[in-house]
Structure formats: C-alpha cells, structure tokens
C-alpha cells in the first residue's frame, strides 16, 4: 500500500537526488519499510468515517454512529464490528483522535512559521 507521501521521495529517488531530504515524510514506492507502516484515511468531514490501513488490516471508524469496524478488506461484509466500549474499539478511536490532534496541531505550527 502506497500514500500520495510517497511520489515526491519516489521521484527524487528516480532523479538521483539525495541532499536536504531531512523532511520527508514518504517512501520510494519500491522502499522496504512500507508494510510496516499505519496509512490514515480522513473522510469524517465528507463520509462520516476515518480509518486506517495497516499490514493488511483495514480499520474503520463511523463517526456518525461510533462504530469501529476491522477487517482484511474494506468490503463492508468482510469486516466485524468491535464491541461499542470494548478495547478493540476505544484503542482504534483513540489512534485517530490522537492523529488528528497531531495533524491538526502541525497545521498551525505550520502556518504559525509561515506568519499566518
């Protein structure tokens, strides 16, 4: 599985460069580390769901109606719901609230450097 985070280090790989990549966030598409890695899904704001995919995992969040569901697929009748309150649940709810606060609080370190 690949992110769009992943065409700028896969281009400047292709293009032979190496410096002042200190801040890159990505992997080269053929890069080795990618299936070890937790790859977001925000639709909250327009589906009512976020997610995440990692391994083969896939982990679902509604919003809306606060269910979580898991699965080795993103079909809808290959994935379990967890029980509302169980561990399974909370530990995915609380993943993408915690990346949201970081990605939400990045923005505005962000624009803050950039004088807005």
């Not at 690949?2 to 700028?8: R, T, V």
């Not at 890159?24 to 053929?30: D, F, H, I, M, T």
């Not at 299936?35 to 589906?47: C, E, V």
């Not at 083969?56 to 509302?84: C, I, P």
């Amino acid at each position: 599985m690949i992110s769009h985070i992943d065409i700028a280090p896969t281009v400047l790989d292709l293009l032979g460069i190496r410096e002042v990549r200190e801040f890159e966030q990505g992997l080269a598409v053929w890069g080795s580390g990618r299936g070890r890695r937790r790859i977001f899904l925000w639709a909250g704001d327009y589906l009512g769901a976020e997610g995440f995919a990692e391994e083969h995992n896939f982990t679902s969040w509604n919003k809306v109606a606060g269910y979580v569901y898991s699965g080795r697929s993103l079909d809808e009748g290959q994935m379990h719901m967890a029980a509302v309150g169980s561990p399974e649940q909370r530990d995915a709810v609380d993943c993408l609230k915690g990346m949201a606060k970081l990605n939400g609080d990045w923005w505005v370190s962000s624009m803050a450097s950039l004088g807005h």
